[in-house]
């Protein structure tokens, strides 16, 4: 299944390694480069959308508020 986000190839390998390197300090187990793509994979696939998602939620209501600002000083004609 093809993750509905794209990064390039050294930002996934940090990100691998960020994924190794928590196994490693949190549970003392260490995981390969395929497991650690994997897991990768599961989060950029099942979870990453739904954090993207509220942040675009949170970024249209943060422009229709500062919208809204712009229309209140606006001149009234006489």
Same mark, same amino acid.
């Given at each position: 299944? %093809? ?5 390039? %190839? =050294? %930002? %996934? =390998?940090?990100?691998?390694? *960020? ?6 300090? =949190?549970? #003392? ?5 395929? =497991? ?5 994979? $599961? ?7 739904? $954090?993207?998602? #509220? ?5 249209? #209501? $943060?422009? *229709?508020e500062k919208l809204e600002d712009v229309f209140e000083i606006e001149k009234i004609e006489k």
């Amino acid at each position: 299944m %093809k993750a509905p986000f794209t990064i390039s %190839k =050294e %930002k %996934k =390998e940090e990100m691998i390694t *960020s994924i190794q390197d928590f196994y490693l300090n =949190e549970r #003392q187990e260490e995981i390969g480069n395929l =497991e650690a793509g994997f897991l990768l994979d $599961f989060f950029m696939n099942e979870i990453a959308p739904t $954090f993207y998602n #509220q942040g675009i939620k949170d970024a249209h #209501q $943060f422009l *229709s508020e500062k919208l809204e600002d712009v229309f209140e000083i606006e001149k009234i004609e006489k």
